[in-house]
């Protein structure tokens, strides 16, 4: 499996928003579920509409960990949640297949949907992982607090979560990038 890196300019992530948003409703509340809240893929695609339609937190047991999570709806989000569930029923899949009935979008739908803005805008390390890499990434970048993000995706040390984001990785190009002899 090759390693994903999160989006980092931010004029990348409006391009695919508004990518997305030309193409598919669902598509783009996909896309920004993964950056505007930091569940994972698989989390994201078991949510429905009663999770998300007219709320202020997302409350969920994560799949993976079984730990508890609540977080804010940022108020972007809600907007797009508004009007993307303006017709369905509370008890729909947010993220429903187009296949297999009553079952939510497979992991690698999402992944399809991901590449597919990827491979328009030829960026090679992107993949359903790089949204919740860029919520922390971005938030990061605007807040700072480092702390913080490791309370949210509940990592053990803030290096890990440094890690995760990619900042060690910039922090190696940036001290690269100075290197002169």
């Keep these: 499996m090759n390693a994903v890196q999160p989006i980092r300019d931010k004029k990348i992530i409006e391009d695919i928003k508004l990518f997305y948003e030309e193409r598919s409703a669902r598509n783009y509340a996909l896309f920004c579920s993964g950056i505007y809240i930091p569940l994972r893929i698989s989390d994201i695609l078991s949510l429905r509409v009663r999770d998300v339609r007219n709320k202020e937190y997302i409350e969920w047991i994560e799949k993976k960990t079984g730990k508890k999570f609540k977080i804010k709806i ?18 729909d899949l947010l993220f429903p297949s187009p296949i297999k009935k009553g079952y939510p979008l497979s992991r690698q739908q999402a992944y399809n949907i991901i590449r597919e803005a990827a491979d328009y805008f030829g960026i090679e390390s992107l993949g359903c992982h790089s949204l919740r890499k860029t919520f922390g990434y971005q938030l990061y970048n605007q807040t700072g607090n480092i702390e913080m993000l490791r309370k949210i995706f509940k990592h053990h040390n803030a290096q890990i979560t440094a890690s995760y984001i990619g900042l060690e990785e910039d922090i190696i190009n940036d001290a690269l990038d100075l290197l002169d002899y």
């Design 74 to 91: 940022n108020v972007k989000l809600r907007k797009i949640y508004y009007n993307y569930c303006a017709n369905k029923k509370d008890y």
